[in-house]
């Protein structure tokens, strides 16, 4: 249990805030890829960018879309958010990303311990596993847990100058997101494609 | 050292189904390539290790990789992705989610297992749930049988899975490859 205690003395934060904070950083259009449910409506919520993707399905799979992303554009810093849920998914993702090594893919994980959208059942990790030791054990030695908004704030400056992939831990408040992306994929493709400077819209 | 290198390095020329793959993967500016291995791609794989015009990896899962020639097509690279049929059974969810509903001309290759030879029965039934999916989809998908229609086909899908944004599926049957045979 030692290795958790560390996770359970940071702050409990919430979603909206923290996407707001990290979206009001972000002035070098940068691309951001929201996992499925609450993690892409706060990303809606906080103001739409054409550099944001947002998730309809696929759980799991925020990480690996943002790798995508940052291996056809190398020069453009890519930041993932996805939920504890989502990513246990996913878990052989982060080996992945920890052989590849891109310089300019930063991942953060919502956690709150629960499938909040399906009626806050809590996860099989919950009690038992810290996300940000799995990680480091994946790999990705560059990966902590926010103390607080202000730490957050400072993990994510750093992050986007780092030399490796960054994973930032965030404990999160059970609320639900804050608002609901207007699902409509090809529309949502078509101004990413846009956002990433690789299509223009008719 | 030099005769063992030789040996050991694949035919890329397109002498041979592998060879074809990758030189028509070249010729339409396909970069990225991740896979799960499979035994009868293994020349394949090797050949796109050995070509630096090539960014190949082994992922986790397959449906990682299609996450990632997404999010790599969105972003302005072609890709195409590397897996063997019972990989191809993981991939419902995505291919419904993601692929075929944000248009993305995902290009998969797709090592037949479960026929002409199979010896593992699970093997067997796994193959026959990949069709089905595919159609029930009204996904593009094409069994590949013949070296000498190899080129014409994997060339006109990879080019109208582009222009069309749809995904396209290759099956590579055992009567093109060999296919993995019980030898023991």
Redesign the interface.
């Known amino acids: 249990m030692s290795s958790n205690s560390a996770a359970r003395n940071t702050k409990v934060m919430n979603r909206f805030d923290l996407t707001s904070r990290l979206i009001a950083k972000l002035k070098n259009e940068e691309?951001v890829?929201g996992g499925i449910g609450n993690t892409n409506f706060d990303l809606w919520a906080a103001g739409h960018r054409p550099q944001n993707?947002y998730?309809?399905?696929?759980?799991?799979?925020a990480?690996?879309?943002?790798?995508?992303?940052?291996?056809?554009?190398p020069e453009?810093r890519v930041i993932a958010l996805e939920g504890d849920g989502s990513l246990l998914m996913?878990l052989?993702?982060l080996?992945?990303i920890a052989?590849?090594a891109p310089k300019n893919l930063t991942m953060v994980v919502m956690d709150n311990g629960i499938y909040q959208i399906t009626g806050a059942q809590p996860t099989p990790a919950a009690s038992v596993a810290d996300i940000v030791a799995i990680a480091v054990a994946s790999g990705l030695s560059n990966s902590s847990w926010a103390a607080d908004e202000e730490d957050f704030e400072r993990l994510i400056d750093t992050s986007l100058s780092a030399t490796g992939p960054t994973l930032i831990g965030v404990r999160i408040d059970d609320k639900p997101g804050t608002g609901a992306t207007r699902r409509d994929?090809?529309q949502?493709?078509e101004r990413?494609?846009h956002g990433?400077?690789?299509r223009e819209l008719l | 050292m030099a005769v063992a290198a030789e040996k050991n390095a694949p035919d890329a020329s397109e002498k041979t189904w592998h060879g074809v793959v990758l030189q028509t993967l070249k010729r339409n500016e396909i970069r990225?390539v991740p896979y799960v291995p499979d035994r009868v791609l293994t020349p394949l794989i090797r050949g796109l290790h050995a070509d630096p015009f090539f960014?190949t990896?082994?992922?986790?899962?397959e449906?990682?990789?299609?996450?990632?020639?997404?999010?790599?097509?969105?972003?302005?690279?072609r890709?195409a992705v590397l897996m063997q049929t019972s990989g191809f059974a993981t991939l419902a969810?995505?291919l419904?989610?993601?692929a075929v509903?944000?248009?993305?001309p995902l290009i998969m290759f797709v090592s037949e297992r479960g026929t002409l030879g199979e010896f593992n029965y699970g093997q067997s039934l796994v193959c026959r749930t990949m069709r089905p999916v595919l159609d029930s989809l009204a996904m593009e998908h094409h069994t590949i049988t013949r070296f000498d229609e190899l080129e014409f086909i994997a060339d006109r899908s990879i080019k109208q899975a582009i222009t069309t944004q749809a995904p396209v599926a290759l099956i590579l049957s055992p009567l093109l490859t060999g296919g993995k045979t019980f030898d023991k």
């Open positions: 691309a890829i993707f998730m309809l399905g696929s759980m799991g799979l990480f690996p879309i943002a790798l995508g992303v940052a291996l056809a554009q453009r996913q052989g993702a080996t992945t052989t590849l994929p090809v949502i493709r990413f494609m990433m400077g690789v | 990225l960014t990896f082994a992922t986790a899962r449906e990682e990789a299609v996450g990632i020639v997404s999010g790599a097509w969105m972003a302005g690279a890709s969810n995505v419904a989610s993601l509903p944000y248009q993305i």
